[in-house]
């Protein structure tokens, strides 16, 4: 048995646990989805389940291919985008391996590193992978085209890559996403589930030269995407520039949310995406708690090293209002 195993990464989205312990109704701001999300013409058909998936989901990533100008050969799906962080670690990084990580950011890339047995390091000098998250979690920094383009050109080494995560740019701005770009040492990763609101059925994808593709999907455990997400994929890849206006709508609440957090004289990292990292005046742990207690929960940020920071998803104006009321009241 291994003794080394890392501890498992903290998430938000932890609603349906809270509802057990008997919280009654919450609004959740700990999950960054969607609060506008298309309609798109879907409706599970139970027929399907008597088969198993196509394993090789060939219709799913021939039609991500045309949404995106990709071949098929160059999609990767998997059960969410942390399958596809774990099985790209486990296809590209051995034991001597290192990963250079910036943080604050994602948990699930250091435990990925750390599952495929190398490790995270501080110097990205030699690093076998540099992980990039844009815009960033938590913080919502968003770099520009032109500096990703201009990190992707600074990895060098023969199998040193950039594992690029876009998982939000589809609610931020997607004009600085490099998804057309095919290069040997770039594996870009998306997250449908976020942006169509439906996290519950678990399904990301991701883009990267077809050798390395190949190398991924020979991980990804078989049938990891069920057959409802694979069909809901599919109908929403079709209705896919439905998200344009759910990009205008969370840019107008975000601009109202940073104004009233001014007016409460709370500090805030520049929001480029559907969630804001703030910096609070007592420790996150006591807040959370106390907002719990109003039907709010938030992401308590101490996983990230940051004691005094909360991260809120920016939700429909009516939630938003709500939440303002419950920082008024629980605020020193």
Same mark, same amino acid.
Not at 25 to 45: G, K, R
Not at 109 to 126: F, H, I, K, P, S
Not at 135 to 161: F, I, K, M, Q
């Given at each position: 048995?291994?003794?080394? %195993? ?44 008597? =088969? ?23 999609? @990767? ?9 774990? !099985? ?23 435990? !990925?590193?750390?599952? @495929? ?10 690093? !076998? ?41 589809? %609610? ?19 997250? %449908? ?71 409460? =004289? ?10 804001? %990292? ?34 809120? !998803? ?19």
């Amino acid at each position: 048995m291994r003794d080394n %195993l890392p501890k498992r990464a903290e998430h938000g989205g932890r609603v349906r646990w809270h509802r057990t312990r008997k919280r009654g109704e919450l609004l959740d701001f700990s999950a960054n989805v969607n609060p506008y999300p298309p309609a798109i013409p879907w409706t599970p058909d139970v027929s399907a389940l008597k =088969d198993y998936p196509d394993d090789r989901y060939v219709t799913l990533k021939e039609e991500i291919g045309r949404t995106f100008g990709r071949d098929a050969a160059e999609v @990767a799906v998997g059960n969410g985008s942390v399958e596809l962080i774990r !099985a790209f670690c486990s296809a590209v990084l051995g034991t001597d391996d290192t990963a250079y990580i910036e943080s604050p950011t994602f948990a699930e890339y250091g435990m !990925a590193v750390r599952l @495929a047995g190398a490790r995270c390091t501080a110097d990205e000098n030699g690093a !076998a992978v540099r992980f990039l998250c844009n815009p960033n979690n938590p913080t919502g920094e968003l770099l520009s085209r032109a500096e990703v383009l201009r990190l992707l050109d600074g990895v060098a080494g023969e199998g040193a890559y950039l594992f690029l995560d876009e998982a939000f740019i589809e %609610l931020s701005d997607p004009a600085q996403s490099v998804v057309d770009v095919s290069r040997e040492n770039l594996f870009l990763l998306r997250s %449908l589930t976020k942006s169509f609101a439906v996290p519950g059925i678990r399904f990301g994808y991701a883009f990267g030269a077809p050798d390395l593709i190949e190398k991924v999907e020979t991980v990804r455990l078989p049938w990891t995407v069920n057959a409802f997400a694979e069909s809901f994929a599919i109908e929403a890849f079709r209705h896919y520039d439905l998200l344009e206006e759910s990009r205008e709508r969370i840019a107008r609440e975000r601009a109202w949310l940073c104004s009233r957090l001014d007016a409460l =004289d709370l500090g805030y990292a520049p929001p480029s995406a559907n969630y804001i %990292l703030i910096e609070v005046p007592i420790e996150a742990e006591v807040l959370v708690e106390r907002l719990l207690s109003r039907g709010i929960l938030v992401r308590d940020c101490r996983s990230f090293g940051l004691p005094r920071h909360i991260r809120v !998803a920016v939700r429909t104006h009516e939630e938003n209002r709500q939440l303002i009321e419950a920082l008024e009241a629980c605020l020193p």
